[in-house]
């Protein structure tokens, strides 16, 4: 049983660590052994290293990682691409040369060999479209076009001019400082696709993640229906409870028959294992994405509405601070009032409960239907608005 203890183990500091690097900074995890992880996974671990290969190599030594910090992080690469082709293909490939020779079986039929070929290839098309499609770049011609439509809801845009492009700025829009361009209703430099998301390419970047979230599901399925026609086949069962006497039930059958499978199909068992840590990653990350969408709103606007609702929530905090204390300085030197009783001195309400609770006033959410439109069909694509650089040229 150490075999099948120790690739559970190992399962579970997996997902520990994809979790805590990928969806650390999230603000369920603040304060969480998950986001200490995510710091050290990020900045820790860099900055060890750093710090080793400058005692070890000198500056010279420093200056070749920050060079290669430079490049990976601060500028357009391929890196994360040419890894997502690798695992796509890497992982299509153990499965084909080491779960097809199982199909057709008991519970799986001969077309899967075909529809998971189509399955993968249909992703690596969404890959393609998200990757090489313009994410709504804003130009000199065409800036009229995204200005009328989205206008600025002077809460969090205002009208202003970017000091790169030397463009104005339409609202809902950002410069991306590693593709060196403004897009329009920017949500995040994506570095897997190697290009932002914006307005023109956030369908294609939804439907990736759901068609890859779909893919891992059946291929863990798919594994998992092949190994539950083998345990039916060599008749397992009938052999652990005649011959050798277990239980037939559930507590007592699993870890039998969970030591035959990982004796004999253990590489079917890692990657169903692998298969299904990535689909529950990318699934959170789509059902994020997926809410933004419903709501209408980018991953940017988020990060600004929380500065944006913190400044004025500090704001009201000093303005009844500052009120509370001009009422205590009042008190003093108004006429003496009898003394007032503990009890209600430590029951009284503090000035800042009174604070006014700042609300997020999204202008651009129109209800569930035309934001999902709007995704699908982009504002600067329609007759409506295309039709406003013809008049401005």
């Not at 805590?20 to 603040?30: A, E, K, R, T």
């Not at 009783?341 to 035309?370: A, C, Q």
Request: charged content about 15%; hydrophobic content about 45%.
């Amino acid at each position: 049983m150490g075999v099948q203890w120790l690739l559970v183990c190992h399962g579970l500091v997996t997902l520990l660590v994809l979790v805590s690097f990928l969806c650390g900074q999230w603000p369920i995890f603040d304060g969480t052994p998950i986001q200490r992880i995510n710091h050290f996974l990020h900045f820790g671990i860099c900055d060890y290293f750093q710090r080793f290969v400058g005692f070890v190599f000198g500056a010279k030594g420093t200056n070749a990682i920050q060079s290669v910090e430079y490049f990976c992080c601060d500028r357009p690469n391929p890196i994360l691409q040419v890894l997502y082709l690798a695992i796509i293909g890497g992982t299509y490939y153990l499965v084909a040369t080491s779960s097809f020779r199982y199909i057709p079986g008991y519970y799986i039929g001969e077309v899967h060999r075909y529809i998971s070929f189509f399955a993968v290839g249909v992703g690596f098309l969404l890959f393609l479209l998200t990757s090489l499609s313009d994410p709504g770049t804003v130009k000199s011609d065409n800036v009229s076009v995204y200005i009328s439509a989205y206008p600025y809801d002077n809460v969090i845009y205002s009208e202003k001019e970017c000091s790169t492009c030397k463009i104005p700025k339409p609202a809902r829009s950002k410069h991306c400082s590693i593709c060196g361009r403004c897009v329009a209703r920017f949500d995040h430099h994506c570095g897997w696709m190697n290009n932002c998301i914006g307005e023109r390419n956030i369908h294609y970047f939804m439907a990736f993640l759901f068609w890859h979230t779909l893919l891992c599901i059946y291929g863990t399925v798919a594994i998992g229906l092949i190994l539950a026609g083998q345990i039916k086949e060599f008749r397992v069962i009938d052999i652990l409870t005649v011959y050798y006497g277990v239980e037939n039930s559930f507590v007592s059958l699993s870890p039998h028959v969970i030591q035959w499978l990982v004796g004999a199909y253990n590489t079917q068992i890692l990657l169903m294992m692998f298969l299904a840590i990535v689909a529950l990653l990318i699934a959170g990350f789509f059902g994020y994405h997926a809410k933004l969408c419903l709501t209408n709103t980018t991953t940017n606007e988020t990060f600004k509405w929380q500065d944006y609702i913190n400044w004025q929530r500090k704001l009201s905090e000093a303005r009844a601070s500052s009120a509370a204390l001009k009422a205590s300085i009042n008190g003093f030197t108004s006429e003496r009032k009898p003394p007032e009783s503990k009890w209600r001195t430590l029951f009284r309400r503090s000035p800042l409960e009174d604070v006014e609770v700042v609300v997020k006033n999204n202008i651009y959410d129109k209800g569930f239907f035309l934001n999902v439109l709007e995704i699908i069909f982009p504002l600067s694509r329609r007759r409506l608005y295309a039709g406003t650089k013809l008049k401005s040229s």
